[in-house]
């Protein structure tokens, strides 16, 4: 009989355990597992995480500090599991993100990372690429200081770039509309299709690949279009099981996660979801967000 499969845990797509919840994260791997419940169907299942199960963690936040400061990660590995890491970096915008640190703190965490870990287990997502109307009533827009950010990925040997535009969720709205005379606005496909190549075109230059989260529409419209004949963008895997073998060894499913959007463009592979958005609310406060904000207007770092 064929042992068993070592899992992905995924840490977190509903939460930032880096920035907010690494003591209650190093609670449960000291004990073993991990209790969770499906946010769609309140089912609970327990998830063994001694390292003889876990093939590798994958860290998602926009603020690993706490996780560098307490040489969190480091500690991890020493007790035998792997780390792939998520980081978000977007441009610096106290109103779309009121609650992140400055994009110089977040730089200097990249930079730390790379330093520490090497830098082909680190995505760097610049996500999403939003368009809103302010009292003004000016289109405005959060790319502004992609390529910064892009240069310095690149000299700290990032190779992956993850995009993709803001999804109008239904909380987003009701968000949206607490703030006079703010709006959201989606610019056309084609308008899209143009921002993706003008990126592309950037990140080439400094041997960053660009990958799109779940624009599936898109990335057909691209192959379609006869200025992108020679676009190499294509979807992400942001739980890149396939990546994590060629890191790390070892055997892993590389089965796509139907958990995810598969229809809208995920390509991630099957991993488990720890944490949650009822008992783990995120202090960040991002105006787009899908997750739960925290009601706290003074974000507290809890690791």
Known sequence: MQPAKKIVISASRRTDIPAFYLKWFAQQIKKGFFKTTNPYNGHVSIIQ????????????????????????????????????????INSCNSLLEPHVPSLNDR?????????HFNPESINWRFDPICFYKTGEGKTENNMHDFVRIAKFASECGIKRCITSFMDYYGKIKKRAASIQGFSFVSPSDDIKTSILLNMERKLKTLDIRLFTCCEKE????????ILSCNSSISASSCIPNDLLVKLYGGDLSMRKDTGQRIKQGCGCKISVDVGSYSMHPCYHNCLFCYANPSSKKNPEVLE
């Open 49 to 88: 995480a001694a390292p003889d199960k876990v093939h590798t963690i994958v860290f998602w936040s926009k603020n690993f500090r706490p996780f560098i400061k307490s040489n969190f990660g480091k500690n991890l590995q020493k007790q035998g599991y792997n780390l792939f890491f998520n980081f978000t």
């Open 107 to 115: 730089l200097d965490q990249l930079s730390s990372l790379c330093a």
């Open 218 to 225: 898109l990335l057909d419209k691209l192959s379609s279009n």
